[in-house]
C-alpha cells in the first residue's frame, strides 16, 4: 500500500515540474500517504480502553459517558460547545437511534469521542477494554483499487460459514442494498477515492468494512440520509439482525421480512 502511494506521490512530482498549479497535486498526494498511512495503522490497532485520555476500563460490556463535553478551540465566545455536558449508558446488545437535536448537540463530536477519536474536556468516558468500536463518518474513505479491496480493508479473516470470503462479502453487500450492478464483481475499479462508485454505494462499502471488523459498537452519523428512505430501512434492519445475532448473520433476510415495514 505504501508502494503504491509513494509511487503515486513520484508521478505528482513529475506534474509539478509541468504545470504550474502542481503544488495542489503534491499537496493532495501527501495528504493521500498520510490517509492510507493512518488507516493502515488502525487496521492492526484495536482502539481499546487503555490508548484513551480520560477513560476508565471497565469489566461490565458496556459504554457510559458521564458529564461529557467538548468545545472546539477556534469557537467563538458566546457560542454553545459542539457537544454540551452528556450522560449516556450504551450496554452490550443495543441497537439504538438519536433523535435530531436541533443542533443542541453535536453528533460528529460525539461520535468521534465515543470511538475514541476525540477525548473530552470535562467527564469520563468508561468502556470495556475489549471493545472494538468503529464510526463510519458523513464522507466514506474509500482508496484507489479494487472494489473487493475496499470492502476488505479492514479485516482480512471473514469467517466463512461454509461460504467463501468472497461470498460472505457480496451476501452483506446484497442485504445492504448495494447496487446491482456492483454485486460479484470483485475487481471493478472504485477509481480515485471512490469517485466511480454513487455515494451511496460508498456508504454502504463502509458500512461492510465495519461489519466485516466484528465491531463491538457501530456508530453511524448521517450517513444512512443519502440511501432514501427504504434503502435506509434495509440497512437498518441487518444492522438489528447484525446487533441481535451479536455478529455477521449466517442466513439471509427471510422474504417475508423483507417485505414487511
Not at 487503555?50 to 469489566?59: H, L
Not at 468545545?71 to 449508558?89: E, S
Not at 470535562?122 to 464522507?139: E, L, N
Not at 432514501?228 to 447484525?242: D, M, T
Amino acid at each position: 500500500i505504501l508502494f503504491k502511494a509513494v509511487e503515486g506521490f513520484g508521478k505528482d512530482l513529475q506534474k509539478i515540474a509541468k504545470i504550474l498549479n502542481a503544488n495542489n497535486s503534491g499537496t493532495a498526494a501527501v495528504k493521500k500517504i498520510a490517509q492510507v498511512l493512518n488507516a493502515q495503522t488502525r487496521r492492526h490497532q484495536k482502539i481499546t480502553g487503555s490508548e484513551r485520555v480520560n477513560t476508565e476500563i471497565i469489566d461490565e460490556e458496556q459504554l457510559i459517558l458521564e458529564e461529557v463535553s467538548y468545545c472546539y478551540p477556534m469557537t467563538q465566545r458566546g457560542m454553545p460547545r459542539a457537544l454540551p455536558k452528556v450522560n449516556l449508558r450504551i450496554p452490550v446488545g443495543s441497537f439504538v437511534c438519536f433523535p435530531d437535536a436541533s443542533g443542541k448537540v453535536g453528533f460528529n463530536t460525539l461520535f468521534r469521542m465515543m470511538s475514541g477519536h476525540l477525548a473530552p474536556q470535562t467527564g469520563k468516558v468508561r468502556i470495556h477494554s475489549q471493545w472494538r468500536i468503529v464510526y463510519v463518518p458523513v464522507v466514506p474513505i474509500l482508496f484507489d483499487g479494487t472494489l473487493m479491496y475496499n470492502l476488505q480493508f479492514g479485516e482480512q479473516n471473514v469467517p466463512s460459514h461454509g461460504k467463501t470470503t468472497s461470498e460472505n462479502v457480496w451476501n452483506i453487500c446484497r442485504a445492504l442494498g448495494m447496487s446491482q450492478a456492483l454485486l460479484q464483481n470483485d475487481d471493478y475499479d472504485v477509481g480515485s477515492n471512490g469517485d466511480s462508485l454513487k455515494f451511496s454505494d460508498m456508504v454502504v462499502v463502509s458500512i461492510t468494512r465495519a461489519l466485516l471488523a466484528h465491531v463491538e459498537l457501530l456508530l453511524i452519523s448521517s450517513a444512512l440520509d443519502v440511501l432514501g428512505e427504504s434503502r435506509a430501512i434495509k440497512v437498518l434492519r441487518y444492522l438489528r439482525r447484525y446487533t441481535e445475532n451479536r455478529g455477521l448473520p449466517e442466513e439471509p433476510l427471510p422474504h417475508a421480512l423483507r417485505r414487511r415495514k
